[in-house]
């Protein structure tokens, strides 16, 4: 049976101070999305995870113990961080200090930030200048979205220079607000931000904001030096932060919060099926979540076997046909459920606001799973887990991230 292998921080908690709102409160853990980045590097398996500390920290997954003194920015750090998939030593993050940053891992026993970004260097900002959303690294390019409402794109000219060590020589190359004035009309406010993940299918890249508005935009013409076009125009009614999901057929797949309370959201629903090759109809299905105030889906589906695991704000953990929108089962949870399921070798694993890490057995997806084991680490498990190699690697808002695993 798995059991709790490790604790990063052996002794204490990922605390610091961070202000919403005029407000100042005492933050503690990994929370939404949290998500660490896992990977190898010659023998070792590192992982790298931003927390409610500050930091951006470096790990020996063998030990939990830091790899590389952590990176220390001016604010909590609340976004799932990516790590360069071209094998540069280079890690992308934001935080809620205003800055997207690109953190270099190969200097002696430090991260050293080559370059950052400011959430306020676009004018207008819409919300504010956090950033949320795990940076999309495609072809040398970043491409996201950051709560000033805008979408974001970087040409990296990455290299490695005659010592040996990684550069950036980062170039905007295009930057446009993710709204327009359609959307503003409708909604009457300006909580327009980006906080899910940019996805990408083909050449056309997939993303929405807190305003309900689900967008693709054309990759092609960046390649040849020239300016995307939106291509996608959709309007789901309500805030979405889950990162799309996108199936081998390329059906999106969008879950939606319910805190408007449009007619709109109540007669579209909080998960919509949409075939984007019919932009003036494009729903084939859709399913309401909406029973309570605030509620909804904030978590990113897991797409498996023909199925969507979805857990929702209420509470319910479900199993939805893909096809036809169909709820398989339901499991109830102690919610809310703002971490995304994750699903590895039939096994899917779900993290609760009562603190429980739980796996189910899924080899039939549509018949209800029986609970093969659960874990409890303590707090809300808002974060994402990330799974490498047998071990399960997960943030909680107790205070810490937790490798799971069997001796």
Same mark, same amino acid.
């Given at each position: 049976m798995p059991e709790v292998l490790w604790r990063f921080p052996k002794e204490g908690n990922l605390c610091s101070l961070s202000t919403t709102g005029g407000r100042t409160t005492n933050w503690c853990g990994i929370g939404w999305t949290g998500q660490p980045a896992v990977w190898q590097t010659g023998g070792d398996t590192w992982l790298a995870v931003g927390a409610y500390d500050r930091g951006i920290h470096l790990l020996d997954?063998?030990?939990? $113990?830091?790899?590389?003194?952590?990176?220390?920015?001016?604010?909590?750090? %609340?976004?799932?961080?990516?790590?360069?998939?071209?094998?540069?030593?280079? /890690?992308?993050?934001?935080?809620?200090?205003?800055?997207?940053?690109?953190?270099?891992?190969?200097? !002696?026993?430090?991260?050293?930030?080559?370059?950052?970004?400011?959430?306020?260097?676009? =004018?207008?900002?819409?919300?504010?200048?956090?950033?949320?959303?795990?940076?999309?690294?495609?072809?040398?390019?970043? /491409?996201?979205?950051?709560?000033? $409402?805008w979408l974001h794109i970087v040409r990296l000219n990455r290299s490695i220079d005659g010592s040996g060590l990684v550069t950036v020589d980062p170039q905007i190359i295009?930057?446009?607000?993710?709204?327009?004035? =359609?959307?503003?009309?409708?909604?009457?406010?300006?909580?327009? $931000?980006?906080?899910?993940?940019?996805?990408?299918?083909?050449?056309t890249a997939w993303f929405a904001n807190s305003g309900g508005l689900v967008q693709g935009w054309d990759l092609e013409p960046i390649w040849s030096g020239n300016a995307p076009s939106r291509t996608f125009r959709w309007w789901m009614g309500d805030d979405v932060d889950a990162t799309i999901v996108i199936d081998d057929e390329g059906f999106l797949y969008v879950a939606a919060e319910y805190e408007r309370a449009t007619s709109r959201s109540r007669d579209v629903g909080q998960l919509v099926k949409l075939d984007p090759r019919k932009p003036d109809a494009p729903v084939v299905w859709s399913l309401d979540e909406h029973e309570t105030l605030p509620s909804g889906i904030w978590s990113t589906p897991a797409l498996h076997k023909g199925v969507l695991f979805v857990t929702t704000n209420s509470g319910r953990l479900m199993s939805i046909d893909r096809f036809?929108?169909?709820?398989?089962?339901?499991?109830?949870?102690?919610?809310?459920?703002?971490?995304?399921?994750?699903?590895? =070798?039939?096994?899917?694993?779900?993290? =609760?606001?009562?603190?429980?890490?739980? !796996?189910?057995?899924?080899?039939?997806? %549509?018949? %209800?799973?029986?609970?093969?084991?659960?874990?409890?680490?303590?707090?809300?498990?808002?974060?994402?887990?990330?799974?490498?190699?047998?071990?399960?690697y997960v943030g909680s808002r107790e205070g810490g991230l937790f490798a799971i695993g069997e001796r």
């Open positions: 997954t063998s030990t939990g $113990s830091p790899a590389k003194k952590p990176f220390v920015t001016g604010d909590i750090v %609340k976004g799932s961080l990516t790590v360069d998939p071209d094998g540069f030593p280079l /890690i992308y993050s934001g935080s809620r200090d205003g800055h997207l940053r690109i953190l270099a891992f190969d200097r !002696a026993d430090h991260l050293t930030e080559l370059w950052s970004l400011a959430g306020d260097q676009v =004018d207008p900002v819409m919300w504010n200048d956090d950033w949320d959303a795990a940076p999309l690294i495609l072809h040398d390019h970043l /491409i996201t979205g950051g709560e000033n $409402s295009f930057q446009t607000p993710g709204w327009d004035d =359609d959307l503003l009309a409708v909604l009457g406010d300006n909580n327009v $931000s980006i906080e899910n993940s940019v996805a990408v299918s083909g050449n036809s929108g169909e709820i398989m089962w339901t499991i109830f949870l102690e919610g809310p459920l703002w971490s995304s399921p994750a699903v590895v =070798d039939d096994i899917l694993i779900v993290g =609760d606001c009562g603190g429980y890490l739980r !796996a189910y057995s899924v080899q039939q997806p %549509k018949v %209800k799973p029986i609970e093969i084991w659960r874990i409890e680490i303590g707090g809300c498990i808002e974060a994402t887990p990330a799974v490498w190699d047998g071990r399960i």
